[in-house]
């Protein structure tokens, strides 16, 4: 992560996950798993991959920016011998960073070599910097994570598990980490559990993902999820031991990975993420019904609950957008004009089925607006009736700063206006969100329960379960501007 990303303009109108992480020990052609499984990941960031893998005496690294199938054809693979591998896809190699960024991060200690790779932000990394480095630590990139390798290099604690947790409990905020020495791989989940971790199991060997997805591409099988504030440490025999140095503090799971970020066939907290998106569109449908012709959801994002919209409410589904499978993602593009040509380039109306329709729109969440307010413009050119508008998330009035890119608060719609302005912005005859206890439902909680929330709705609430040491001056700022 690059510790200036949350207040970077993310020039986009999505929320988008940062990093994918994958990690292997005990297999053959270690490294070779890690790019089929980071393959799966590719959703989770598509801007950079490296693999690092562990050849029984050496580390050998591969980095580069692009796709894992770019970056990593046999040849690159080839270099990267050993039965220990791990690697993270990501998002953020803007700021000219470019290379230094990729993770994994690499280090020679004086305990030997120790490489990490990182889903989450560290919120109090900037802080933790200054002081590192006004006792003499030199740092090589821009990114947070390297700040727990100089809080591990530094440690006084004699074995490494020991110089890893001592680091660990300095910094606070959303890391799920997978790390390996010449001794095996420790796989950790902050105390929140705030971003995903799993475990798994192909043949003799152990296996950690971001999501489970990675798991069935590569023929594992799924073991659990490493829990919150669990430490999990394999070594090259196989043996696995737990460690929860963080007591077991109410988890708070990112909620949004139900939403958007995860991919539809994985399994997430116990929960299938296709399951849950659709039973968000049954929740909407109960608590926003529109009187229409069609339910049309805006692809990809928007079709499980689109589904569930229309099953509930009885509308007919139909596909009235077909999405271009062959154009760069919308954020991807610089500057207003760009971005708007880039949304019809993306996202064509399917005439024949909207003219003359009154129609309802399913999307996942609105970011900026800008996206929603062209597929409106574009629904009633090709002839719609009507244009109902309804997300599959509250409204974002928040920046998170666990790992996602968002804009910066005055950027985001929702914290700029109410529901029936924004209407009146993205010009649909109406529009709604789901509530956050029928996001809680659809999830399958009863409710949210007020002073202790199950999940991390920080983006919605306004809650953040963790201190933002670095952060909280700016959004106390942002907050009292917006
Ligand atoms: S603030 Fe939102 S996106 Fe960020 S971790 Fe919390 S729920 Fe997820």
């Given at each position: 992560m690059n510790m200036t990303h949350p207040f970077r303009d993310a020039d986009g109108d999505k929320l988008r996950e940062e990093c994918g992480i994958f990690g292997v020990i005990g297999a053959k052609d270690a490294a070779n798993i890690a790019a089929a499984g980071l393959h799966s990941l590719q959703h989770r960031g598509q801007e950079a991959v490296g693999i690092t893998s562990f050849s029984g005496s050496e580390f050998h690294s591969h980095r580069g920016l692009g796709h894992v199938a770019q970056v990593f054809r046999q040849k690159e693979l080839d270099t990267l011998p050993g039965t220990m591998a791990s690697g993270h896809v990501r998002y953020s190699t803007t700021g000219g960073s470019g290379l230094r960024n990729v993770q994994p991060l690499f280090a020679d200690l004086a305990s030997g070599g120790f490489s990490i790779a990182h889903n989450g932000n560290i919120s109090n990394a900037m802080t933790l910097k200054r002081d590192l480095v006004s006792k003499g630590s030199i740092f090589q990139s821009t990114s947070d994570t390297e700040v727990i390798i100089h809080l591990v290099a530094t440690s006084r604690y004699p074995t490494i598990l020991d110089k890893f947790i001592d680091a660990l409990r300095m910094v606070e905020g959303a890391y799920s980490l997978i790390c390996m020495t010449s001794e095996g791989m420790i796989a950790c989940r902050d105390p929140l559990g705030i971003r995903p971790l799993v475990m798994g199991r192909l043949g003799d060997a152990t296996v950690f993902a971001s999501e489970t997805v990675a798991l069935d591409v590569i023929g594992a099988e799924f073991t659990r999820a490493v829990e919150p504030g669990e430490l999990v440490q394999v070594d090259h025999k196989g043996t696995i031991s737990s460690h929860r140095p963080f007591g077991n503090p109410d988890p708070r799971p990112c909620i949004f990975e139900h939403v958007?970020?995860?991919?539809?066939?994985s399994v997430m907290d116990g929960r299938s993420v296709y399951q849950v998106r659709k039973q968000i569109g049954v929740e909407l449908a109960k608590e926003a019904l529109a009187d229409a012709d069609i339910v049309i959801p805006v692809p990809d994002s928007g079709l499980p609950a689109a589904i569930g919209y229309a099953q509930e409410s009885g509308i007919p589904f139909e596909l009235g957008i077909i999405r271009s499978h062959y154009v760069g993602r919308t954020f991807i593009q610089p500057g207003d004009a760009a971005r708007n040509a880039d949304v019809k380039r993306k996202h064509n109306a399917n005439r024949a089925i909207v003219e003359g329709k009154r129609i309802v729109l399913i999307d996942d969440s609105i970011v900026r607006g800008t996206t929603s307010k062209k597929i409106v413009e574009m629904m009633r050119d090709a002839g719609a009736a009507e244009v109902h508008m309804r997300i599959a998330s509250p409204p974002t009035e928040h920046s998170c700063f666990y790992g996602v890119d968002t804009p910066e608060r005055s950027k985001l719609l929702a914290a700029r206006m109410d529901t029936e302005a924004m209407a009146t912005f993205i010009e649909a005859d109406s529009l709604a969100f789901v509530s956050i206890d029928g996001l809680y439902r659809a999830v399958g909680e009863e409710k949210r329960k007020g002073k202790c929330p199950q999940f991390c709705d920080a983006c919605f609430s306004g809650e953040y379960p963790t201190k933002l040491t670095d952060f909280s001056e700016r959004e106390t700022t942002q907050r009292n501007a917006a």
């Open positions: 958007y970020f995860s991919r539809p066939d």
